[in-house]
């Protein structure tokens, strides 16, 4: 069984769209997270939910809006897409606090 | 903001050399976790460390946390192509707005050719 499932796997779209990217987690876990990996392969934190509660929101364009209809799912609401938001976006979750995390497999957007 | 920087950025070698991938901050963490990332995939765990000097060891990897807990690295001995990734190290820490919270390195990209 997949611990951490997101969805898409691709998803290629045009500037300007909104686009979804949902993400679920069978593990129990308390703490989910969305992370951007940019080309370069760094991993920075966008969001974390806590009981459905935002808990970290790092400098994160307000176009990007996490939502979690509840424990299990923390899906990811992008608005008006832009060219830099091109980046592999990551689900994770975990016990919270520091500690570890479970990835998904991670959803690569390209926005043309 | 905690920053992690890890060294090298890239690292090719030849199947059964040894090799060591270092991380570094003027920060001191609680516990550092290595994960490693193959492509098209997230990032797994490897090890956590809380103990300033402490030493893990998993099969050829070994682990050491800095006596500070302010570095770590990672020794992989005989390495083989299946040890090819990226390797990230991020280390745990108190955030005053978000309470414990990890911060990732830059990551290791690790190929071993056979």
């Known amino acids: ?112 | 903001t905690q920053l992690l920087e890890q060294s090298p950025q890239f690292l090719s070698i030849q199947e059964g050399e040894n090799l060591t991938v270092y991380c570094n901050s003027s920060s001191v963490f609680s516990s550092l976790q290595w994960y490693r990332q193959e492509p098209g995939e997230g990032p797994v765990l490897l090890v956590t460390v809380v103990t300033g000097g402490e030493v893990k060891k998993l099969k050829r990897l070994t682990f050491q946390f800095g006596d500070a807990r302010k570095d770590s690295s990672l020794h992989i001995t005989a390495a083989q192509p299946g040890d090819t990734g990226l390797y990230l190290c991020a280390g745990a820490s108190w955030n005053n707005n978000a309470g414990n919270m990890l911060t990732f390195g830059g990551g290791t990209r690790l190929m071993v050719k056979p």
């Open chain 1, 1 to 112: 069984d997949t611990a951490v499932s997101q969805t898409p796997k691709y998803l290629v779209t045009q500037m300007g769209n909104d686009k979804s990217i949902k993400c679920e987690q069978n593990l129990g876990h308390d703490t989910m997270y969305w992370y951007k990996q940019d080309s370069k392969k760094f991993l920075k934190i966008m969001f974390s939910y806590n009981n459905k509660e935002l808990i970290i929101n790092e400098t994160v364009p307000n176009r990007f809006s996490p939502k979690s209809p509840d424990k299990a799912h923390l899906n990811l609401h992008i608005n008006s897409l832009e060219l830099g938001d091109s980046a592999v976006y990551f689900c994770a979750s975990s016990q919270g606090g520091s500690s570890p995390l479970h990835f998904g497999n991670g959803t690569r957007l390209t926005v043309t």
